[in-house]
């Protein structure tokens, strides 16, 4: 068995802005594992936010000791990208190798396609009011948020955007007054859902409130023994591979998240469909679907994911699984 991790970069077809910054391509890691005669890859992307870099990921990948299985890697590595990649590799080799889907492995039914959200990154009032014009007709919009005068950015894309759907992600930029503001209006805009609108860490007040709106944990929830610290603040759990390590123990996440009570929004770092095409998987059935990674790219893999108004599909066995 060998392993093999390639830098790869694609182009996004424009500038995407979060309150954190803003990037004009997305920077990934491919994972390639080898046993001579079949070849499973994966896809990670490293988060500054997390402490984690393209270099220190690929260096962790690097120095796992081959040979390799699922089992072993959890104990190997935390969760996070670098697992994520050889995780997510080590499926697509174990059905190349059975000549069988990766859902038939995982004891799962037949993926069907889910609607997912479509982000419109963060940007002035007006731009963002354009942009969602012009993306009006997706049944769900997914808005970047999370600054203290956010107020004119919602008016915006709800007046340019009327029948869609909408769910908020403030990726952990307002503070307990500024939400306690906001809250209010978001309803009154139909907002279906805000995610993490505090920081991880500080969101406590989030217990003491109600939440008529419900609220997501996105950076306060990364694996199943961060599941605990939620009690009492979130009502549902945002699950991205590359938070939990990898496929394998998202659907454990999955799983335990539905049995505590919580609903569930399967969603992604901006990577291509090979990133996308586990994820799949987890979504099937989630509250919110958010795999639209790929449909902010100038190019994506070849055999992409199919994208279309039934939502996004699961992968063909060419791309992945």
Sequence with gaps: MKLNVTTDVFPLAEVFTISRGSRTHAHVLTVRITDGAHTGWGECVPYPRYGESIESVSEAILALPMPLDRARLQELLPSGAARNAVDCALWDLEAKRAGKRVWELAGLAAPHPEITAFTLSLDSPQQMGIAAAK???RPLLKIKLGTPDDMARLEAVRHGAPKSRIIVDANEGWSAEVYQELAPH???LGVDLVEQ????????MLSEIER???VCADESAHDCATLPELAG???????KLDKTGGLTEALSLKQAAL???YKVMVGCMVGSSLAMAPATLVAQGAMVTDLDGPLLLA???DNPLQFD???VHPPRAALWG
């Design 233 to 239: 603040k979130y009502d549902v759990v945002n699950i």
């Design 259 to 261: 049995a505590e009570g």
């Design 135 to 137: 993306q009006g007709h």
């Design 186 to 188: 978001l309803i009154r």
């Design 309 to 311: 108004d039934l939502g």
């Design 212 to 214: 008529p709106l419900p």
């Design 299 to 301: 190019q994506d893999r």
């Design 197 to 204: 609108p505090l920081p991880a860490g500080e969101d406590e």
